[in-house]
């Protein structure tokens, strides 16, 4: 089992920055990719950014790419997403997901994600 505690939500102003953290505990968390999705009132969730087990592979959503980065410290069990230039439309829930590795891809699929943390909130206001 793992258990995923996201924290650094809040509101913000339209183009401003947040950095969300994720904080695994209970298996090794260089065991697993990790990723982060989103979901808007009345929309499906949606994938948002993914790092693999080593932190060597990323991939993003083309709506975030170049505005927010993943990174993580696996000596800390961390996983981060690092938002600047926010927009209304990334407001949602976001979720830290983690699954286990294969390879070195950076899924981008839910299905391939198997530990899922509360959720926080997003909100960018115009």
């Known amino acids: 089992q793992v258990q995923l505690v996201e924290s650094g939500g809040g509101t913000v102003q339209a183009g401003g920055s947040l950095r969300l953290s994720c904080a695994a505990s209970?298996?090794?968390?260089?065991?697993?990719?990790m990723g982060w999705f989103r979901q808007a009132p009345g929309k499906e969730r949606e994938f948002v950014a993914a790092i693999n087990w080593s932190g060597g592979t990323t991939d993003y959503e083309d709506s975030v790419r170049g505005r927010f980065t993943i990174s993580r410290d696996n000596t800390k069990n961390t996983v981060y997403l690092q938002m600047n230039s926010l927009k209304p439309e990334d407001t949602a829930v976001y979720y830290c997901a983690a699954g286990p590795r294969f390879g070195s891809t950076a899924p981008t699929s839910a299905t391939q994600y198997n530990y899922w943390g509360q959720g926080t909130q997003i909100t960018v206001s115009s």
């Open positions: 209970g298996r090794t968390f260089s065991l697993y990719n």
